[in-house]
T-cell receptor, first 111, second 113 residues
């Protein structure tokens, strides 16, 4: 059974700190891993990582994929209160056309 | 572009009632999907469609039906509502595969009493 596990489930830090969110997975025929940010309502897309693109960066956010060890991390540097959200990791297994999501990490940034 | 729209935003049902959650997108996306989100469980795939006339089951399909008669619309039907179906439901679409950037609707909060 395909499985995605995120850690920690919850994290509280101060503004300006750097955080690392973890996502490990067990899927057959891995195809890609995606990160989403969910604030009040619908998730919004952050990154997609595949065999041909194992590192992505956008501003203060960056993510890497380790296909050998079957995990990904999402780094946020110089955190701001607007980074407070639930961060979701999802994996697509090859040919499945389905995303399997982890439980999410609730990140709270205190001023 | 309205993106992905969902109606209703909130709904309360009694056990045994049926209803349809509506989802529409105006981006000409081939892939559409329905998820439910329960506290502490992330998103779980209910059903998905890779194009008009084609649907398939996801992780938690029991108690739900879907159809895809047009590219734009992907309604989700609850056949006989149960309290276990109390959840927030999201519809999403993407241009191609599930792993392409999926655009999510605003969600429907459903309570079954």
């Amino acid at each position: 059974e395909d499985k995605v596990v995120q850690s920690p489930l919850s994290l509280v830090v101060h503004e300006g700190d750097t955080v690392t969110l973890n996502c490990s997975y067990e899927v057959t025929n891995f195809r890609s891993l995606l990160w989403y940010k969910q604030e009040k309502k619908a998730p919004t897309f952050l990154f997609m990582l595949t065999s041909s693109g194992i590192e992505k960066k956008s501003g203060r956010l960056s993510s890497i994929l380790d296909k050998k060890e079957l995990f990904s991390i999402l780094n946020i540097t110089a955190t701001q209160t607007g980074d407070s959200a639930v961060y979701l990791c999802a994996v697509e297994a090859g040919g499945a056309q389905k995303l399997v999501f982890g439980q999410g990490t609730r990140l709270t940034i205190n001023p | 572009n309205a993106g992905v729209t969902q109606t209703p935003k909130f709904q309360v049902l009694k056990t045994g009632q049926s209803m349809t959650l509506q989802c529409a997108q105006d981006m000409n996306h081939e892939y559409m999907s329905w998820y439910r989100q329960d506290p502490g469980m992330g998103l779980r795939l209910i059903h998905y469609s890779v194009g008009a006339g084609i649907t398939d089951q996801g992780e938690v399909p029991n108690g739900y039906n879907v159809s895809r008669s047009t590219t734009e619309d992907f309604p989700l039907r609850l056949l006989s509502a149960a309290p276990s179906q109390t959840s927030v439901y999201f519809c999403a679409s993407s241009y191609g595969r599930a792993s392409y950037e999926q655009y999510f609707g605003p969600g429907t909060r459903l309570t079954v009493t």
